[in-house]
């Protein structure tokens, strides 16, 4: 009878305790996971943004206009002449052996 | 038992606690049922975060997958005026930044009650890198991005622009973005998060989050190499030839897809706001002409099916005929004796096809406008479509049924009339003209839209002889010098005068070439037209050489090689 009342006052009450510790310890943990998901979400949404200015400055690069500008630039010039070799029409060199 | 007086102090007492009581319950009834849907705003207010989660508008790519539009990053600039301390200072140097004016930027925060001011919508990273580095309290940025155009106005026409709706959202006008802004647009999303005392989200509380749909992307029929390519050459086409307009569509026979729509004038999507209103419509789906001897085809071609004549007819062509009090000639007032259906269209001979048209018939000539594509909207996806009607039946004069045979009294879209040609390039068969080819939503899921066949309108066979004609029109014709030598191409000139009050100007055309090539297996029907060039009226000697131009950077292209 007497064990049980020791074991009543003294261990139940330590258990107690140590529970309410945890669960203190526990929720301050996930408040300040909080705030780490606050700054994952903040580094996701900049990445985000990153991720379509590369896109946009992918899209400038390959346009038509900014192409025609290199190509400009660089020496090329609108092909006037055009050489076709259509079936039939061989050149000599490609002439098929018979 | 108690004296009156007693008795009355009890009444009075009782009676106050009644009426405090009573006021206790009013006080009670406003808070909880008066006020309480007000207060309960508040505490979720207070306890959570709540924002909308918008969604990505959709991208509009070209048929090789590049975008013809796209998304940019851009933000709206807010104040928030009880942050402000000097409200002068901070309109100056935000004004500045901003380009506006600084008095319009005081006012309104200066307005009594405001406690959010939107400053300007869409402002560019830049611009936003530089209000952060001033540092003013009270000046805040949303994400509000915006549409980007690669390719600069490239098919402006053919895309539209993404303008404002009146509650200040994105919505988007004319051609594909007002088409489809429902898909384009996606489903906004929410997020409610529960927050702690300093603002961070608690990780154990609530939240609720509906995820938001982004907009669908539409991959088109529309090649941008094929795209830029026909506009280079109508403005080079206009500027040569002196036109005040002009428009070119080109079309794949077999699907009825888009590969090309250009008009000029334009204007920049970007810049739409300073262009002038009536540059928004797309002439080639909302403006209509007469298609003049391009029609001819057309009534050719029903002529052959209905078995009324063939190639090889002939007819006397000794002068000019006469139909209700009218003269009808030839555009050169020539006449050439017997000759047969191919001179007829080679010739462009209006004499011929007034022949043609009474072997047709009334009955038979209207059944063939309709069955053609007239007078209805060929339900091409774009948003400013029109058609304009054809009189009704009964209202047909043998005079009117005389000059449609050959292409005047009568108006249709470029779009109409491109589609109709197509008929003779493909076999037969009225295709309903597209503009997109699939639609990708944002789990990826692609839904192609296939090629869609209205009707078989006449048989392989006439289809195979018209293209033989109109063959023999492009290397007989007026336009023969101008064709790129090696290639079949099936194709006929119209130089339609313009009506201007009740009456033709025989001073204003428009000029037009329609045809496709290669002959035997078309890769592209293309419709040229330009409004009133100076340079000559005739499509022959303006219209022409320009579907020709681009018919060999067409071939190039496509690596179609000569015969």
């Known amino acids: ?98 | 038992m108690f004296s009156a007086l007693f008795m009355t102090r009890i009444w009075t007492i009782f009676g106050f606690f009644m009426l405090l009581y009573a006021a206790i319950i009013a006080r009670l009834f406003y808070w909880q049922v008066w006020e309480s849907g007000r207060l309960k705003n508040q505490a979720v207010n207070q306890h959570f975060f709540r924002f909308a989660l918008p969604p990505k508008r959709g991208t509009i790519l070209s048929s090789d997958g590049y975008p013809f539009i796209m998304n940019q990053q851009a933000y709206l600039v807010y104040a928030e005026p009880k942050e402000i301390k000097d409200i002068d200072g901070f309109s100056q140097r935000v004004s500045s930044v901003l380009t506006v004016d600084s008095a319009s930027i005081s006012s309104q925060l200066r307005l009594p009650d405001r406690v959010w001011v939107p400053l300007l919508h869409k402002v560019e990273g830049e611009k936003v890198d530089q209000l952060q580095a001033l540092k003013e309290k009270g000046l805040g940025f949303e994400p509000d991005p915006k549409r980007f155009y690669p390719e600069s106005s490239m098919a402006a026409h053919l895309l539209g622009f993404v303008g404002m709706d009146q509650n200040g959202m994105d919505r988007g006008y004319f051609g594909l973005e007002g088409f489809y802004d429902r898909d384009l647009k996606g489903k906004e999303g929410s997020l409610q998060i529960e927050k702690d005392v300093q603002g961070n989200p608690i990780l154990i509380g609530t939240t609720f989050r509906v995820d938001p749909q982004d907009g669908r992307n539409l991959t088109l029929w529309v090649d941008r190499s094929v795209q830029a390519i026909v506009e280079k050459r109508l403005i080079e086409g206009i500027q040569k030839y002196g036109a005040k307009e002009g428009s070119i569509v080109v079309m794949d026979p077999k699907t009825g897809g888009i590969l090309a729509m250009a008009s000029y004038p334009s204007y920049d999507p970007r810049f739409y706001s300073s262009a002038e209103k009536e540059r928004y419509i797309n002439p080639i789906v909302g403006s209509t002409y007469e298609p003049g001897s391009t029609f001819k085809v057309l009534m050719m071609a029903a002529g052959i099916n209905e078995g009324v004549i063939t190639p090889t007819t002939t007819m006397e062509e000794t002068g000019p005929v006469e139909v209700m009090g009218y003269m009808i000639r030839t555009w050169n007032n020539k006449y050439n004796g017997l000759v047969t259906m191919t001179d007829v269209l080679t010739h462009s001979s209006n004499v011929g096809m007034v022949f043609v048209g009474k072997k047709l018939g009334k009955e038979k000539i209207l059944r063939t406008l309709k069955d053609f594509g007239f007078g209805a909207v060929t339900n091409v996806d774009l948003e400013d479509e029109s058609a304009p009607e054809l009189r009704e039946d009964k209202e047909w004069r043998d005079i009117d049924l005389a000059t449609v045979s050959f292409g005047q009294g009568i108006a249709v879209t470029p779009l109409q009339m491109v589609r109709a040609v197509s008929v003779i390039a493909n076999g037969g068969y009225l295709m309903e003209p597209k503009v997109v080819k699939e639609i990708i939503d944002s789990s990826g899921k692609i839904t192609t839209i296939l090629p869609k066949k209205i009707k078989q309108v006449i048989s392989k066979k006439a289809a195979e002889e018209v293209t033989e004609m109109m063959v023999a029109s492009v290397e007989e014709g007026e336009a023969k010098f101008a064709k790129p030598l090696g290639y079949r191409i099936a194709g006929k000139t119209g130089t339609a005068q313009i009506p201007v009050e009740g009456h033709y100007d025989a001073t204003k055309t428009i000029a037009s070439f329609v045809g496709f090539a290669p002959a035997d297996n078309p890769k592209f029907v293309m419709l040229v037209t330009l409004r009133e060039p100076s340079s000559s009226q005739w499509g022959s000697e303006t219209a022409a050489p320009l579907f020709f131009n681009i018919a060999k950077d067409l071939f190039l292209y496509y690596g179609i090689s000569p015969r």
């Open chain 1, 1 to 98: 009878m007497n064990r049980t009342i020791i074991f009543l006052t003294v261990v139940l009450p330590c258990i107690a305790i140590g529970l309410l510790v945890g669960q203190i310890v526990c929720t301050n943990n996930l408040a300040q996971d909080g705030s780490t998901l606050k700054t994952i979400s903040e580094k996701a949404d900049a990445l985000s943004f990153e991720n379509e200015r590369l896109e946009q400055q992918i899209a400038s690069a390959s346009s038509l206009l900014e192409i025609q500008k290199k190509a400009v630039a660089t020496g090329f010039v609108p092909a006037t002449h055009f050489l076709t070799l259509a079936q039939g029409k061989y050149l000599v060199a490609f002439t098929p052996k018979r």
